[in-house]
């Protein structure tokens, strides 16, 4: 099957601008989650989809960070605006519900690489 | 909460030799435990997990881990490591019940020297 696909791979914005990531899950899988990976960290959870809904955004910095995930599928990670601190690995992971398949295991796509100057 | 500790960030090691990665964790409720490995430019690849049952638990490339519920530690090993190996190495930690993220340590950057 497919894996976890992540767009763009890379992305160099200047502080201020805006950004947006896109991730498209493993077909059938009903969890979705964005991880922010800092460099020399491990990553951190950042929202978590169950379908289209928000299952935990606790750790989403509302001011700047907006997500969605339109018809229970694809997800958009959004950056507006963006500041230094912002620099990071941003890793889309998706997993299926329990009782579906292995709900254990989440797959992680191949992440971007946001550099903000 | 959990939380997870990777006691080393830099492991280097001679090709062929044996290595551990130690992860120590805590948790107010029972979790499952998993080792993820990251290649360069590449996601998160799952090595391994303890879910239940026997805690001698083994996975891909040769890799192997130990649960110690008593120790609250969860040591990735290898008897014999290749350059190949080289990479990142999380532990990650998740409530056993439920539908919840993983929380992950900061990792141990893993050098094999030929």
């Known amino acids: 099957e497919a894996g976890v696909a992540q767009s763009p791979r890379y992305k160099i914005i200047e502080k201020r601008q805006s950004v947006a990531f896109w991730c498209n899950p493993i077909?059938?899988?009903?969890?979705l989650y964005w991880y922010q990976q800092i460099l020399g960290q491990g990553p951190k959870l950042l929202i978590q989809f169950q379908n289209n809904g928000v299952v935990d955004d606790s750790q989403l910095p509302k001011d700047r960070f907006s997500a969605e995930r339109l018809k229970g599928v694809d997800s958009t990670l959004k950056i507006q605006p963006a500041k230094l601190e912002d620099s990071a690995v941003y890793l889309c992971a998706s997993s299926h519900l329990p009782g579906q398949g292995s709900r254990y295991e989440q797959y992680f796509g191949p992440g971007t690489r946001l550099t903000v100057t | 909460a959990q939380s997870v500790t990777q006691l080393d960030s830099q492991v280097p090691v001679f090709e062929e030799a044996p290595v551990e990665l130690r992860c120590n964790y805590s948790?107010?409720?029972?979790?499952?435990l998993f080792w993820y490995v990251q290649y360069p430019n590449q996601g998160l690849q799952l090595l391994l997990k303890?879910?239940?049952?026997?805690?001698l638990v083994k996975g891909i490339n040769g890799f192997e881990a130990e649960f110690n519920k008593s120790q609250t530690s969860f040591h990735l090993r290898k008897p014999s490591v290749h350059i190949s190996d080289t990479a990142e190495y999380f532990c990650a930690v998740r409530e056993n019940s439920g539908n919840t993220p993983l929380v992950f340590g900061k990792g141990t950057r893993l050098s094999v020297i030929a």
């Open positions: 077909s059938g899988h009903a969890t």
């Open positions: 948790s107010s409720v029972s979790v499952y």
């Open positions: 303890y879910l239940s049952g026997s805690t």
